[in-house]
């Protein structure tokens, strides 16, 4: 058999408003963390997608190079928003000798250009609507290690890309997202 309380005075009203602030702080508490935690994650995902899309879009630069296989850097035509990739030569084996040797042939030109925040390769933009480059903190480099006249054979290529989403480039914006610098370096 069951035993109730016999107690009719029920809760005085003190307790009963501790109970309510108690109450409203843990709740309180935890819409904050549940809120600051869905950001974190919006925010993780948006960055995961800029890294994504920067990753294409070097990726599609390297893949246009080695399809192009240039020669080397026009010097005269490159600055640190533009640079011009040349193929001027050719390798035939010379049937008299069975040697290969270089011939010269008409002039081809890959142009890797930064400009109204975006890629851009031979005109074509390379970057997604979502995918801000800043162009002034971005910058396409070389180092040359053997050139001869106004062409440079060997080096090091250094592309510096600021990258930020468009949708979240406002820093009063929720979701707001600081621009990350990507670096890559390779040789030709």
């Known amino acids: 058999m069951k035993r109730y ?12 408003l501790a109970a309510v602030a108690i109450s409203a702080f843990i709740l309180a508490s935890i819409y904050g963390v549940l809120l600051s935690g869905i950001k974190a ?9 800029l890294r994504s899309e920067a990753d294409y879009v070097v990726a599609t630069v390297m893949n246009q190079l080695y399809q192009f296989a240039p020669d080397g850097i026009d010097m005269t035509a490159t600055t640190d928003q533009h640079l011009a990739f040349v193929n001027n030569k050719q390798k035939v084996i010379n049937p008299s000798v069975g040697w290969v ?17 975006a890629l851009f390769i031979n005109g074509g933009k390379m970057s997604s609507d979502q995918l801000q480059i800043i162009s002034n ?22 592309f510096v890309l600021a990258v930020q989403d468009r949708d979240h480039a ?19």
């Open 101 to 117: 040797e270089e011939q010269e042939t008409a002039k081809q030109t890959l142009d890797i250009e930064l400009q109204n925040d």
């Open 5 to 16: 309380v016999n107690n009719n005075k029920g809760l005085s009203l003190l307790e009963l």
């Open 41 to 49: 994650y919006k925010q993780i995902g948006i960055e995961n997608q």
């Open 137 to 158: 903190q971005s910058k396409l480099s070389y180092s040359c290690v053997q050139k001869e006249g106004n062409m440079c054979y060997s080096g090091i290529v250094t």
């Open 170 to 188: 406002k820093p009063n914006d929720v979701l707001y997202i600081k621009p990350f610098v990507l670096k890559t370096e390779f040789g030709f």
